[in-house]
Each structure stands twice: as structure tokens, then as C-alpha cells.
């Protein structure tokens, strides 16, 4: 069994070891050894945790051996990106000059509340410096690498999170999502990633970005997988105080409900161009799936990404403006001089930006009145080449790295719950995404409509062949 | 608005942040700043009454 453990989903290794087929410790020296052989290719580690990782699945064995029961969560292995607080670990957040400080004391409140589960934190994974990107690379640490071609992309800025999941060395990890970190790396390494709705789950002890815009989420090669780690790390938590002061919402009673009575469209108009042709037919398949045959518009798409592009700039600057002043040189020079930019910025164009972010938000609440779940492209293409500056949208040449995250950016603009699923076409190596959207607080709807999607064979998460 | 002129506003805000521009940021910076009044454009001139709220999450 242990050669094969890496397959395994989460619920899968659970099962295992509370039949006693596998123990908890041979689980992580399993994935332990794959990081060690595997990671100098996909750059998907900056940490790994290894004694960290065996006291804890001893603990769980020995649970076991007493006959308690177990976590929902039993002995998976999982990674963080590394702005999570990691106790002993400085929290680089993709970063230089953040390695410096000192190591934190205690775990990010995600990373408890796994751990609560009995999943075993094994490390914390590349990303790009301080979020700002969409591509993966990082000017530190080299790039996290797609395991399904080694020379392309991951998708960022949780890139580690994807290269991690998708090259199987670890059946679940959690990234960030400020304007799509979480989708845009899902569809380039063809996994299911979960952006949950504003609000929903803890920031507290995460490195920031943007505070009105920054999200996290988890990463899964199987939905159920994605549903149970996110029923894990809800709940109330006085150390973010954005957090939403609502009642949890499990989604594992509703997982195989299937699609009875959903109302489902596609989102029409700045969804519907600007990508290249695969983005289009992945929608195309998902709908065809799902009987969708409506279409929608969302109101001010074009605008909404422009006040999401303008609120990043300046409050990222903001964040940043001690460290501009001292340490520029010490910053990717990519991430640096757009921060720079933002700096710049007159005031008054981020509140008009935090102003129309209201009005998108009521809009967008009347389509949700006649549709439960829309559909939109994830990304506008497959896998750019590493290293790769420019693409062409629509006979228009533009920059990889802001522009990754065109069809994300509305979407988390205002917050709403988001599912990416990963479509594969014959005779492509690379994956491509679909957004499976919802109303703000149905994280059960989005997971619902991406297991039917799963069960269908439609979408998938393989581990990839090049690793 | 005016034509931008996105030289002007970084000689004029550099003092005032208290930054220097790194050798070779120049071109970059205004770039980006040449795309961010591109964007700021599409916002401004979307009309909001005055009594329009933001939206920042704020729990006294």
C-alpha cells in the first residue's frame, strides 16, 4: 500500500487508518519522502515540517491504538502557502525580507483547525512575493513548476498550492485569494480550488495583502476532499475582525445532492471575450453538463475589475510603505515597482472604487434572485511557459502577470463563494478551468454543482505526468 | 480630466512618500501608473449619487 499512499484522497487515507491497512506515521513518511524526491523539480515547498508531521501522526496512532475516535480529517497531509503563520517558521509571505523576522509562536487559525481534524501540517509552500501575482514565480525562491509540464507555469500566487496538490505530495493545501490566487493557479494545475465568500473562514495570523480583498481557501485533487477541510476550518474566530459574524454552514450533508431544482447560467458579456478559445469551450462543456442554456450579464464587469485592479494598488502600497522606503532593493523588482505605482494613487479613486464595489455587489444580489449558480472562464488561457511576459487575448498582445486574473477579479470584488473545477481536453497536456459561482454564504451550492460535475467524469484533478 | 502625465506625478509624489526610484523603475512605474489611470477612468466616470456608500467592512 505505501507506494501508492500519495494517490490516496483524504477521505481515502482516513478510512485506512481508522481500518488500521496503514498507520498515520507511515502516511507522512510516505509523503515526506515524495517531497524530498519530487520537490527539487516542482518548487512547491520552502518548508517542510517534517518532525512537526511525525509527532503528530504518532499522537494520532496512538489515539487510534486506544480506540478513539478519529478526525474527520485523519492522517491526510497538508501545506500552507508560506504567508500562514507556521509556529517556529518566520512567515516569509514570498518574500525576502520577511524571512528575517522572527519565527512566529503560534499557528495561523486554518492551520489549528485542520490540525483539530487531525490532518498533518507537513510545510509551507512557494508563492509569489507578497501575493501580488498570477503567475507562480518567485524572484527568491525560482518558480513553483506545473507537474503536469514542468516548463510551465503553476499559476499564482499560490502556486506551491497547486504544483503541491497536483503533483500528488499532498492531498490538500491552502493558499490565499486577493483577486484570484486561489482560482488562477486551480486552472492552470487542474485541481478544485475553493475561494469562499468574503468573510467566511479566519484570516487571523496570515500574512496580508489587501484587507478588503483578501480571502483563503483550500486546494483538493477530489470535491469531497475540498467540502471536508472546508467544514473544518469554519467557525467563529475574534482574532479577524472582518470576519462575518454568521452561523457556520457545513456542506458535507448536501455534497451528493446532485442538481435537482438548481437554476444555473452562464455569465454572458466580459465573460464571454478577452480569452483565448479553450477558456470559452471549457464553459461550453461545463454548461452543456449542467444544462445551462442561459446566460447572464454581471453588471459592470469591466468596472468592478478596475476598482478591484485600483483598491489592490493602494492599499497593497499602503501595506508596503516602510519597506518601499528601506528596503526596495530587497523586493522582486516585478512586484516592487507596482507598488510603487500604487503609492502614487490620489485617494479619492479608491473610495470611488469602495463605493461602486456596493452598488456591483447589490446589482450582482438581483441576478441571484432568478439563478442559484452561474458559470464564468477561470483563467483566459491555459499554462503560460515560465518566464513567458506577454500573451495575445482577442488579437491584443498584454502582460501575463496582471492579466491571468481578468475573469477572477469581479468575482472576488465583491466577495462572492467560488468553486474552480479543472476540464481536460484529449490530446492537451494542460487543464483549464471553469468558475462555478454563487450568491454570497452558498459554498454549499458552488461544492454541490463541482461534485456533480466530478461524478460525471466532466471534471477531474489526475496527478500530473510529468512529475 | 487632463491629458495624464504620469512623469509629472512621480517627480511630484517621490519627495512627498519619501522614495527613490530604483535604477530602471522609471519606465515600469509609469507604466503602471498609465494603466491604473486607465482604470481610473472606467470608475470615475461611472455616476454614483453622493449619499452612495463604500463597501469596507468596518463592526463598531
Known amino acids: 500500500m505505501k507506494s501508492s499512499l500519495h494517490a490516496l484522497s483524504a477521505h481515502e487515507l482516513r478510512a485506512a487508518v481508522v481500518d488500521g491497512e496503514t498507520s498515520a506515521r507511515e502516511i507522512v513518511e510516505a509523503a515526506l519522502a515524495r517531497i524530498g524526491a519530487l520537490n527539487p523539480r516542482l518548487g512547491a515547498f520552502t518548508d517542510v515540517t517534517a518532525e512537526r508531521a511525525l509527532a503528530k501522526a504518532d499522537e494520532i496512532d496512538a489515539r487510534r491504538a486506544r480506540g478513539e475516535t478519529l478526525g474527520p480529517l485523519a492522517g491526510a497531509p497538508f501545506a500552507v502557502k508560506n504567508l500562514f503563520d507556521v509556529a517556529g517558521l518566520p512567515t516569509r509571505a514570498g518574500s525576502k525580507i520577511n524571512r528575517e523576522r522572527a519565527p512566529a509562536r503560534r499557528d495561523a487559525t486554518l492551520i489549528a483547525r485542520l490540525e483539530a481534524a487531525d490532518a498533518i501540517l507537513v510545510g509551507a509552500l512557494n508563492m509569489g512575493e507578497y501575493a501580488y501575482d498570477f503567475t507562480g514565480e518567485n524572484a527568491h525562491d525560482g518558480p513553483s513548476r506545473n507537474p503536469h509540464d514542468l516548463d510551465h507555469m503553476t499559476g499564482g500566487s499560490s502556486g506551491g498550492s497547486g504544483a503541491a496538490v497536483a503533483g500528488g505530495l499532498v492531498p490538500i493545501a491552502l493558499g490565499s485569494d486577493t483577486n484570484g490566487s486561489i482560482r488562477v493557479p486551480s486552472s492552470l494545475c487542474g485541481v478544485f480550488g475553493l475561494k469562499p465568500t468574503y468573510g467566511r473562514l479566519s484570516r487571523a495570523?496570515?500574512?496580508?495583502?489587501?484587507?478588503?480583498?483578501?480571502?483563503?481557501?483550500?486546494?483538493?485533487?477530489?470535491?469531497?476532499?475540498?467540502?471536508?477541510?472546508?467544514?473544518?476550518?469554519?467557525?467563529?474566530d475574534a482574532d479577524d475582525p472582518a470576519q462575518a459574524q454568521r452561523p457556520t454552514g457545513p456542506v458535507a450533508s448536501t455534497l451528493e445532492d446532485g442538481l435537482g431544482g438548481l437554476r444555473i447560467a452562464r455569465l454572458g458579456g466580459y465573460f464571454a471575450r478577452g480569452g483565448d478559445p479553450s477558456a470559452f469551450e471549457a464553459v461550453d462543456r461545463v454548461a452543456r453538463a449542467l444544462k445551462a442554456d442561459r446566460t447572464v450579464a454581471f453588471p459592470e464587469a469591466e468596472r468592478a475589475r478596475?476598482?478591484?485592479?485600483?483598491?489592490?494598488?493602494?492599499?497593497?502600497?499602503?501595506?508596503?510603505?516602510?519597506?518601499?522606503?528601506?528596503?526596495?532593493?530587497?523586493?522582486d523588482p516585478d512586484v516592487r515597482d507596482r507598488l510603487i505605482a500604487?503609492?502614487?494613487?490620489?485617494?479619492?479613486?479608491?473610495?470611488?472604487?469602495?463605493?461602486?464595489?456596493?452598488?456591483?455587489?447589490?446589482?450582482?444580489?438581483?441576478?441571484?434572485?432568478?439563478?442559484?449558480?452561474?458559470?464564468?472562464?477561470?483563467?483566459?488561457?491555459?499554462?503560460?511557459?515560465?518566464?513567458?511576459?506577454?500573451?495575445?487575448?482577442?488579437g491584443q498582445e498584454m502582460l501575463v502577470r496582471p492579466n491571468l486574473g481578468l475573469f477572477t477579479q469581479p468575482i472576488s470584488f465583491i466577495g462572492l463563494p467560488v468553486c474552480a473545477v479543472p476540464l481536460w481536453t484529449e490530446g492537451e497536456r494542460l487543464p483549464i478551468g471553469v468558475q462555478v459561482i454563487a450568491a454570497p454564504w452558498r459554498e454549499d451550492l458552488v461544492l454541490r454543482v463541482a461534485r456533480a460535475l466530478e461524478r460525471e467524469g466532466v471534471a477531474s484533478a489526475p496527478i500530473g505526468a510529468a512529475v | 480630466m487632463t491629458e495624464f502625465d504620469a512623469d509629472a506625478l512621480i517627480d511630484a509624489t517621490l519627495p512627498l512618500l519619501g522614495l527613490t526610484l530604483p535604477e530602471g523603475s522609471r519606465p515600469v512605474v509609469k507604466l503602471h501608473l498609465e494603466t491604473a489611470e486607465r482604470l481610473a477612468r472606467l470608475v470615475l466616470e461611472f455616476p454614483l449619487d453622493d449619499e452612495s456608500e463604500p463597501a469596507p467592512v468596518f463592526a463598531p
Open chain 1, 342 to 394: 500604487g503609492a502614487m494613487l490620489p485617494g479619492a479613486w479608491v473610495v470611488k472604487a469602495q463605493k461602486l464595489r456596493r452598488w456591483v455587489r447589490d446589482r450582482v444580489g438581483e441576478i441571484f434572485r432568478d439563478v442559484d449558480v452561474v458559470l464564468a472562464p477561470a483563467t483566459p488561457t491555459r499554462a503560460p511557459r515560465i518566464g513567458q511576459r506577454t500573451f495575445t487575448l482577442d
Open chain 1, 205 to 236: 495570523r496570515s500574512f496580508p495583502f489587501v484587507a478588503s480583498l483578501d480571502h483563503l481557501g483550500p486546494f483538493a485533487r477530489s470535491v469531497r476532499d475540498l467540502a471536508a477541510s472546508y467544514d473544518a476550518m469554519q467557525g467563529a
Open chain 1, 306 to 331: 478596475a476598482s478591484a485592479y485600483l483598491i489592490t494598488m493602494v492599499e497593497g502600497a499602503a501595506l508596503h510603505a516602510d519597506r518601499l522606503r528601506e528596503r526596495a532593493l530587497d523586493y
